[in-house]
């Protein structure tokens, strides 16, 4: 029994919830989200609020039940608050600017890093070595903040790089004479 997927997920006010066609569609004060529905699991919609069950006994039911039942809760949350992630940038001369619908990266290459932000995030940098990133899909942004990420890893020995905000760097030694 999925310890997740038994409780169901309550719908606040001012958010509607519609299963038509295999589709669930969530509208809320942020904006307008859907997910295609698993055939794994049936959804019921009542009393304000949305449960998710297994079909069968199957493992493969099962291990949707939760899954499912969590992909529903970040919609909810998504169109509610929202997602948001903080990068750091470390190293001299590392720096972010927004401009318009592209961020401009300056990380140690020979050319700077034209970064196109995509359709639904809001991207600011209210210092040159801070981005915010921001919007109602969380896997949207976690997947623009991996992509940001990827241009300049930390590295292990002066920690110089891109960074989640709270990531720990595990940090070594140089070289001994």
């Known amino acids: ?24 569609s969530v509208k809320g004060p942020k904006g307008e989200l859907s997910m295609p529905l698993s055939s794994e699991v049936t959804y019921s919609l009542e009393d304000g609020q949305l449960s998710v069950k297994p079909i069968n006994d199957t493992k493969r039911s099962r291990s949707f039940w939760g899954m499912q039942r969590t992909l529903v809760q970040n919609l909810i949350d998504g169109v509610t608050q929202g997602y948001s992630k903080t990068l750091q940038i470390t190293g001299v001369g590392y720096r972010a600017a927004s401009q318009g619908k592209t961020l401009k990266l300056q990380l140690g290459y020979s050319h700077d890093i034209d970064f196109a932000i995509p359709e639904g995030i809001t991207i600011q940098t209210p210092e040159p070595t801070t981005v915010n990133i921001s919007g109602i899909d969380k896997q949207k942004v976690g997947q623009v903040a991996a992509e940001i990420r990827r241009w300049r890893r930390p590295e292990p020995y002066k920690g110089k790089g891109i960074k989640y905000a709270g990531e720990f760097i595990f940090r070594k030694e140089g070289k001994k004479k």
């Open 1 to 24: 029994m999925s310890r997740i997927g038994k409780k169901p997920v309550a719908i606040p006010t001012g958010v509607t919830a519609n299963i038509a066609d295999g589709v669930l």
